[in-house]
């Protein structure tokens, strides 16, 4: 039997055990603004639960996820990513011992919780997931930026950044339409651009990475497995790829775009092939593949790490694997 559900509690502190991590996930958005807002708009919004249930039908015709049971507008679907991290949540605490704290920036009881000391005190692995709107125009405070900084100087931190995908971000509507073909998700619209808040903290932390596009990974031929990662593994000092071949499928990825050049500072761990089948104009401009997993060494202004993996990379809403699941440990007991 599994444990009785808590909500709207405050959090309860992880006392620190040597050897093992303490992990929390923050999700960047405001819940209250990405769920009322208005599904006549086209761009920059999820899905209502009904527009999920419509595309992924018979997937949500049970009846735990009928009106009666479960929100049938975009809270449901945020709801959706809530419960697709639990398998994350579980097999992270089998490896650390510790439970998985989970935060929202505005919660759905309106509640504000800003990245502190309250979530940072008994944290030593920090997933902050950009799955906010651009639209919503989040944005760390000064007071937060200086306490992720203070944090990282703590040794043996991890800040792993997630910003999601950035689909439609030009006015040439025909791109859009392309870039919309080449996903073939029908519940992302031709505009959905993420991560304002994950790109506030790259621009404070000094991080040289913007994430673009959306891209669809390629499969393995005559399956619906994703192809398997193109892994650098001898810059792998932090063991994350050991016993991983693929992350997740997703239909529209990010790029995780280096703004300087690849060096010590920061390196590219693992890249993603593309479906080259369908076009794109990061398939035009001679891409055969994206960057999917970053690693940022300690340095001076540091000591903790700084690692680089889309949220979906921790969701179960299209899958998993063994591979996944492996990706999950070695994050989890990260030295």
Known sequence: MSSARTYNQSHVDRPYTPGKRRISIYWSWSYPWESQRNTAELDNRFSTMTEVR???????????????????????????????TLDFQRVAGEVTGHPV????????????????????ADTDTLLVFGLD????????????????QQWLQREGTC????????VGFTDDLKQRQVEFEHHGDPLVPRQQRFGAYTRSLMSALNVPVHNVYGLRPA?????????????????????LLDNVTTFNFHPHLPHYELTEPEGDSVRLLARQPIELSRPHPFIEAGNTEFNTLLWLPPNDVRAGDIVMADSTNFTTLFGGTDSLANFWRNLAAMK
């Open 101 to 120: 704290a989970v935060f929202q920036r505005i919660d759905q009881a309106g509640y504000k919780q800003p990245i502190d000391e309250r979530i940072l």
């Open 219 to 239: 499969v393995v031929e005559g399956t619906r497995s994703i192809a398997p990662l193109t892994a650098f593994r001898d810059l792998d000092t932090p063991h």
């Open 54 to 84: 419509q595309v992924a039908w018979p997937a949500y015709e049970t009846p735990e996820y009928d009106a009666a049971h479960f929100l049938q507008g975009i809270a449901g679907t945020l709801e959706l990513f809530h419960r697709s």
């Open 133 to 148: 709107h651009l639209l919503a125009q989040e944005a760390a405070a000064p007071e937060e930026i200086a306490a992720i």
């Open 159 to 166: 800040l792993l950044l997630a910003p999601h995908h950035d």
